[in-house]
């Protein structure tokens, strides 16, 4: 299993706040927008991206990191191996990944993910 990209997501309730600043003046593209969640970053880059959420989608809460592996299942099973405790999936969900929550060590949230 090799993580491919690291998102952090951040938790807001009014989305429209991130375009000014990371839209207009840092001049990231939108490369995603669910209607609940929009994601920044460069076209050229993926691995430059920040996500501002009012739900982690599929009703589950924000996670604070999303972390893009290219084998979701062999990462959950490295996770159930090493005792962490599934919050949530894993799932197929409707706007194409394939994912699962679980809390690291620190207590954070983190959405492990692959595209399906």
């Known amino acids: 299993m090799k ?4 998102v952090a997501n951040i938790a807001t309730a009014d989305i429209a706040a991130a375009k000014p600043f990371y ?4 001049g990231l ?5 669910h209607g609940w969640i929009e994601t920044y970053g460069s076209r050229e880059a993926m691995s430059v991206q920040i996500s501002f959420a009012t739900q982690g989608g599929s009703g589950t ?8 592996v290219d084998d ?5 099973e490295r996770m159930r191996q090493a005792g962490f405790a599934i919050e949530y999936g894993p799932a197929d ?7 699962f929550y679980v809390r690291d060590p620190f207590g954070r949230l983190v959405n492990i993910l692959s595209h399906m």
Not at 3 to 6: D, E, L
Not at 23 to 26: A, G, I, S, Y
Not at 29 to 33: K, Y
């Open 72 to 76: 979701v299942d062999a990462a959950l």
């Open 23 to 26: 839209r207009d003046v840092l």
């Open 29 to 33: 593209d939108l490369l995603m927008d």
């Open 61 to 68: 809460p924000v996670p604070d990191l999303s972390i893009e």
């Open 93 to 99: 969900e409707p706007w194409g990944v394939r994912r």
């Open 3 to 6: 993580v491919k990209r690291i």
